[in-house]
């Protein structure tokens, strides 16, 4: 008996030494391999009342919420079960750095899954933070392919705010066209333009007024607002406490406000980086972008107060507003006794170019920029005609994708894939008047890509302009994909290039990886091409994108690895296909 106690204490010393090692080479915590299973199919569904198709994933919509901690491995396995669709899901500001196959940009890094087959993405995430998924293919984002990553810190750090609860937000506009039928009007000769949503929703959720419905029907289930589908989204509080709100916009179109009744919100992360913090009452958020807000539950508890959205820059008097429900604990799930708050003036760019200015590096967690650029690209964003057709470009040329995906091309130098000419680096800056039409409104269509250097430092202005219509200028939220950028400065009117850059700011920019360009407006961004791969960088507006307002950046193709064989099936990757 002895003999063996003193065997069971040798192990446990040992066992007790190992720990001991590992804690002194690292965390001692190894990161963990988190597994998902999806399938992805159409299903019908009531999100504000009108029944229509919709995409579910696992039969929901939106889809889980993918949670993990930093330096996780994520394993989607995703079956396709739209039966005549193809499908691709992009991981928003994930930057997969080492795997860019799975960035998920369907003609810019893989070919689509195919109906009835499954595909498995697998990636890092390398960083904490708030984060998205959503579809990457055509325009099935707008049908309900979407949600929300959550990338907690590592066991044992903390982050430079607290707080008692941690809920998600996504926003979202509402179409009852299938995207398929918005598709097929914005690429007519007789052209057909979306138009404003029908309604915006609230995690899912949102009331469109039924009986305002233009087409008959006998079908008393096609707009039903007893659906709980459309039951309003209720967010329970108990008094006193304090919640971190991860706040999300998937817009297929809108730019938006978002206010609780009475609360003020405080900001404080942007994109997965940490915000100097500032108080808001209306929090502006554009397409692709996800903000974290610290709301205490410090009004009167005996009553429910209204979680609103509201679209701004645009004209929408017919969209139905987005409404939630501040509930308080243990009060019954009743509507507020008041009306909901008015929207902020839908014109009124003065305060969301204030806002985009407020957003400021968290002292103590400030990543400077490189202190200059080896490259300088000008986006000029505008609205034309091309054979008859209305399109969006940059620097007059709209962009199309190829039928062989740029990495796959690159990397196997399959040179007739696409056009090896770049796009151009600018526009006419002397001559061209940003604030009026142009009498020649034709553009050109073009797969050029952008080629970068590796590691080399490069700023990219984007300027916005009139569109075709007189006294008209939009606002576009532009995605990076495979890297955050820091943001250097808004402007408006026209970049001036000799006297904006002095007012660009080196002290404490934010990083994002997207970003609004105001009305008549520029914004001005830098980023390290230091992540190997081929990348989309785009207006998130799926029509605009679908229109042709986006480039790709190539960099550092030499350094990419063996490309997986289920990325490829299409265009010219079909010889190259060994499943």
């Given amino acids: 008996?002895?003999?063996?106690?003193?065997?069971?204490?040798?192990?446990?010393?040992?066992?007790?030494?190992?720990?001991?090692?590992?804690?002194?080479?690292?965390?001692?915590?190894?990161?963990?391999?988190?597994?998902?299973?999806?399938?992805?199919?159409?299903?019908?569904?009531?999100?504000?009342?009108?029944?229509?198709?919709?995409?579910?994933?696992?039969?929901?919509?939106?889809?889980?919420?993918?949670?993990?901690?930093?330096?996780?491995?994520?394993?989607?396995?995703?079956?396709?079960?739209?039966?005549?669709?193809?499908?691709?899901?992009?991981?928003?500001?994930?930057?997969?750095?080492?795997?860019?196959w799975f960035d998920g940009t369907e003609g810019v890094t893989q070919c689509p899954i195919l109906p009835g087959t499954t595909f498995k993405y697998q990636f890092v995430v390398d960083r904490p933070g708030t984060y998205l998924y959503h579809a990457h293919y055509g325009m099935q984002r707008a049908a309900g392919l979407y949600g929300s990553i959550i990338v907690a810190l590592p066991d044992g750090q903390s982050e430079p705010f607290t707080y008692d609860h941690d809920r998600n937000i996504i926003l979202n506009d509402w179409y009852h066209k299938s995207t398929y039928e918005q598709a097929a009007g914005l690429s007519s000769i007789n052209f057909k333009w979306v138009n404003e949503p029908q309604s915006l929703l609230i995690h899912g959720r949102g009331r469109f007024n039924c009986s305002s419905l233009t087409t008959p029907t006998l079908d008393t289930d096609v707009c039903n607002a007893t659906n709980p589908d459309c039951s309003p989204f209720r967010l329970i509080v108990v008094p006193g406490k304090t919640y971190r709100l991860r706040i999300s916009s998937l817009t297929s179109l809108s730019a938006l406000s978002f206010q609780i009744e009475g609360h003020n919100m405080t900001v404080v992360e942007a994109d997965g980086h940490y915000v100097e913090p500032f108080v808001v009452q209306n929090l502006f958020i554009y397409s692709g972008e996800t903000y974290s807000v610290l709301v205490k539950a410090d009004q009167a508890p005996t009553r429910n107060y209204w979680i609103t959205s509201n679209i701004v820059s645009r004209r929408a008097p017919n969209t139905s507003a987005g409404l939630g429900i501040f509930n308080y604990y243990p009060n019954q799930r009743r509507s507020p006794p008041t009306i909901p708050p008015a929207a902020p003036i839908w014109n009124n760019t003065r305060p969301r170019i204030a806002q985009s200015q407020a957003i400021k590096a968290r002292q103590g967690y400030i990543l400077h920029t490189p202190p200059l650029s080896d490259r300088v690209i000008v986006f000029l964003n505008t609205q034309n005609m091309m054979d008859g057709y209305v399109r969006w470009s940059v620097n007059n040329v709209s962009f199309t994708l190829p039928h062989t995906p740029y990495l796959i091309a690159l990397k196997e130098n399959l040179t007739h894939a696409f056009d090896q000419n770049p796009p151009p680096d600018g526009y006419d800056f002397v001559n061209y008047d940003i604030f009026k039409e142009q009498e020649n409104k034709n553009a050109t269509s073009r797969n050029g890509i952008y080629?970068?250097?590796?590691?080399?430092?490069?700023?990219?202005?984007?300027?916005?302009?009139?569109?075709?219509?007189?006294?008209?200028?939009?606002?576009?939220?532009?995605?990076?994909?495979?890297?955050?950028?820091?943001?250097?400065?808004?402007?408006?009117?026209?970049?001036?290039?000799?006297?904006?850059?002095?007012?660009?700011?080196?002290?404490?920019?934010?990083?994002?990886?997207?970003?609004?360009?105001?009305?008549?407006?520029?914004?001005?961004l830098r980023f390290k091409a230091d992540n190997p791969g081929a990348w989309a960088f785009h207006c998130h507006i799926e029509s605009h994108f679908f229109m042709g307002m986006g480039v790709v950046f190539a960099e550092g193709i030499e350094k990419v690895g063996k490309l997986p064989s289920s990325i490829m099936g299409c265009g010219e990757t079909q010889g190259l296909y060994r499943p």
């Fill in 451 to 524: 080629r970068l250097d590796l590691n080399s430092t490069v700023d990219i202005i984007l300027q916005n302009a009139n569109t075709k219509n007189p006294k008209e200028s939009e606002t576009h939220p532009w995605h990076l994909h495979g890297h955050d950028f820091w943001v250097l400065g808004y402007g408006e009117g026209k970049f001036d290039m000799f006297n904006d850059p002095n007012k660009y700011n080196f002290v404490n920019p934010i990083m994002k990886n997207t970003v609004p360009v105001h009305p008549y407006g520029w914004t001005a």
């Fill in 1 to 100: 008996m002895v003999l063996l106690s003193e065997r069971i204490s040798r192990v446990i010393l040992l066992l007790s030494l190992l720990g001991t090692i590992a804690l002194l080479n690292g965390s001692g915590v190894e990161a963990r391999i988190r597994r998902y299973k999806w399938e992805v199919k159409y299903e019908y569904r009531s999100p504000d009342c009108f029944k229509k198709l919709v995409i579910t994933i696992n039969g929901r919509t939106p889809g889980p919420t993918i949670r993990a901690q930093q330096d996780d491995t994520i394993i989607v396995e995703l079956t396709n079960s739209l039966l005549t669709e193809n499908v691709a899901i992009h991981w928003h500001g994930i930057r997969q750095i080492g795997t860019p």
